[in-house]
């Protein structure tokens, strides 16, 4: 049993209340175990404190040995104070009444008067203090500054310089979090203002978490300017789906359309923070060109039809269609969208030909977890914040995995975690790493072997120098790259690698005690995998006993006229790859069925255009790239009647005679009778912030095969 941490505490007062508290504790945080709170502007409990507002101003002071308590000559700020033994904290009395007052008519002073028309009214710091803890009036009757409106920082983020109190928080946030430090204050005194080096595009990754953490409206968004009050809106909890991470999000809306999504707090994924993918990503629920309905081809047109008859053509043209027929699926749809659509593929078409990658992948039985015994995801996002070293390769995480890159860096920034970048180009995690591995395209797999055999201290043919003739990575940075990873920490990679490199990885990892994280790309790539929609795959990772087309052979098989049916349910094929290929296979399948949330390039092939409710009008789990369930229900209504593609699965099944299933809690039962793993989870917690599916362990059983594909290279 592991020993318990012992945290040393001190004694404190506050309002003459005794309060045990850790020590170091910011007297800003140590006020709240009370149910109190300290007014603030620049503090912000995720950056370090700077005291730049003066608004946390309290009293403080120490018990004598009399009993009495001798205070500091002048009021303090909270928010860099921290406790210590005997303070005595004073957060009520009338010099810090006075003081807030007096603070808040400075800040008052150039601050335009526009809270009817600025998009922060009704959620603006500021407005709020200054109602709870401001002057009644203002004394203040000369000239305001003017300084230009609406200036526009990035196609995202708006800048208005009268608002700005230069509290600093978008800065730091840029230069502590983001780390791009693409924000910095230019001037002095009242012209001091926030802007990007040589007045160029704020491109941050991250730029809309700006928006949020400004306590007034200095920082907006322009896709949300005007559009909307926060008294006006319906605010429900989300996940975002446009990203892998299972970023946790508030998502706004408003007379039943899409209006915002801000960050919600989870401290096990994504904190507080979201990407922009995730904060300016989500218009398409608003696409003028929704389909509503089913639409059938007659000609050159489409004309709309009904279920009824769109669920007759599709089981005619599919049901025990054999080899004839195969199905392509989104990895973005939920766990029992998928779950149901296998079952039909399999159960009703009589076929394994089903596929959610767009490139094949690896085949069931060199999968890591069946050829070396490996969990695939052996660590979570947040295991990342407290590892010693970290190897990032062949990923560029601020692309692929936005949450997991802001992690690697606080284990860096905040903890001093050692980083090493190994990839063909450059990447954001470059600017922070110790030793940054460039090597040539293709080469991944031997500059894997080579640092295996560095770190497991094995022998083998994979020295550094024979690595740097055919990578090009330099041998004396290859031991560098060795001895900052240490003994232990993790390795992080995404499924997009390729195979050979993510195998040797893997079983590094185990032979060196490292965590593995091999993450899936899409917002339910885990969820797919685990659920069946595999062509030699079934739930809960049980090997099909006849391995159907993957993607690459079900569009081989398409284009060479051996497919009578074919079924894109969320995927246009033209994102797929090979657009000759592509197009030659929808133009010689007899029938092509398209279900999705707009048409697609693919739609104008289609036989059927199914109309496909989205993650946010259905009640829906996903398996987040670190293998986290989570919920989200049904927060708007399908435009029309879109449905959501497991009620589609199901109609097809009963219409074929299966029991019908009337909700996803049916669906999940399902499931859980067929996938251990997920009937091991509790509902209760996957809809309180997520829960992982169970680890595998680190036991490899055949590293035999491991030698022959170091062989082969």
Request: net charge negative; proline share 5%.
């Amino acid at each position: 049993m592991a020993a318990a941490v012992s945290t040393e505490t001190v004694n404190i007062t506050v309002n003459d209340i005794e309060l045990v508290v850790p020590k170091g504790e910011l007297v800003v945080e140590a006020v709240k175990r009370l149910g109190l709170e300290i007014p603030i502007f620049c503090y912000h409990p995720r950056l370090k404190p700077v005291g730049m507002c003066r608004m946390c101003l309290v009293e403080v002071g120490f018990k004598q040995p009399d009993g009495t308590v001798r205070k500091m000559p002048k009021p303090q700020a909270g928010c860099t104070l921290p406790v210590s033994e005997g303070m005595a904290v004073y957060t009520d009395t009338d010099a810090v009444k006075r003081d807030r007052k007096g603070v808040l008519e400075f800040l008052l002073a150039n601050h335009p008067l526009d809270c009817p028309i600025c998009d922060r009214g009704g959620e603006c710091p500021l407005q709020n203090n200054t109602l709870a803890y401001g002057p009644s009036t203002s004394r203040f009757v000369e000239m305001k500054r003017h300084l230009p409106k609406a200036y526009p920082l990035s196609q995202y983020v708006t800048l208005d310089l009268e608002r700005c109190i230069q509290c600093g928080r978008c800065v730091r946030f840029t230069e502590e979090i983001s780390g791009d430090s693409q924000l910095a204050f230019r001037f002095r005194g009242a012209s001091m203002q926030p802007s990007t080096f040589q007045l160029t595009d704020f491109e941050s990754k991250f730029s809309g978490n700006v928006i949020e953490i400004c306590p007034v409206g200095a920082l907006t968004s322009a896709k949300y300017r005007f559009r909307a009050r926060p008294w006006d809106l319906q605010t429900s909890p989300g996940i975002c789906t446009v990203t892998p991470c299972g970023t946790n999000i508030w998502f706004d809306h408003r007379s039943g359309k899409f209006v915002r999504v801000n960050g919600r707090t989870n401290e096990g994924v994504n904190e507080e923070w979201t990407c922009d993918r995730t904060k300016f990503g989500h218009d398409f629920y608003n696409a003028a060109d929704r389909l509503a309905t089913p639409f059938r081809r007659d000609g050159e047109a489409f004309n709309a039809a009904s279920w009824s008859e769109a669920s007759q053509a599709v089981l005619a043209a599919f049901a025990d269609g054999g080899e004839g027929v195969a199905v392509l699926v989104s990895p973005t749809l939920s766990n029992e969208s998928l779950f149901m659509t296998q079952r039909l593929v399999r159960d009703t078409f009589k076929t394994n030909n089903i596929d959610f990658r767009p490139s094949g992948g690896l085949a069931w039985s060199e999968r890591l977890e069946n050829k070396y015994g490996l969990d695939p995801v052996g660590g979570t996002i947040a295991d990342l914040e407290h590892a010693g070293s970290i190897l990032v390769f062949g990923a560029s995480l601020a692309d692929e995995q936005p949450m997991t890159f802001l992690r690697v860096r606080k284990a860096w920034f905040s903890h001093g975690a050692r980083v090493v970048v190994a990839h063909e180009v450059a990447t954001e995690a470059d600017s922070f790493a110790d030793v940054v591995l460039r090597y040539n395209p293709g080469s991944a797999a031997v500059v894997a072997a080579g640092l295996r055999q560095l770190l497991a201290k094995v022998e083998g043919k994979f020295t550094p120098e024979h690595v740097e003739s055919v990578s090009g990575v330099p041998a004396d940075k290859l031991r560098a790259a060795a001895a900052s990873l240490g003994e232990n920490g993790a390795v992080v990679t995404t499924r997009r690698l390729a195979k050979p490199a993510a195998e040797i990885l893997a079983v590094a990892a185990h032979e060196t005690g490292r965590t593995f994280l091999h993450m899936g790309p899409h917002a339910n790539t885990e969820g797919a995998a685990a659920l069946g929609a595999l062509p030699d795959t079934l739930p809960g990772g049980v090997k099909a006993e006849t391995a159907g087309l993957d993607t690459k052979g079900i569009l081989d098989a398409a284009a060479a006229g051996k497919l009578k049916a074919l079924w894109l349910v969320g995927v246009d094929a033209f994102s797929l790859g090979d657009r000759d290929l592509v197009s030659r296979a929808l133009e010689n399948v007899e029938t092509l069925v398209v279900t999705d949330y707009r048409p697609t390039e693919s739609a104008e092939y289609a036989s059927w255009l199914l109309p496909l409710a989205l993650p946010a009008e259905q009640d829906g789990t996903y398996t987040s790239s670190e293998r986290r369930v989570q919920h989200m229900g049904a927060i708007l209504q399908a435009p029309g009647e879109a449905r959501a593609q497991w009620q589609v699965a199901q109609e097809l099944a009963a219409r074929s005679g299966a029991a019908p299933v009337f909700s996803t809690s049916e669906v999940r039962s399902l499931i859980d009778s067929v996938a251990p793993d997920y009937a091991s989870l509790t509902m209760a917690k996957v809809i309180d912030g997520g829960e992982l599916l169970p680890r595998r362990g680190q036991s490899p059983h055949d590293l035999e095969k491991l030698a022959q594909t170091l062989g082969g290279l």
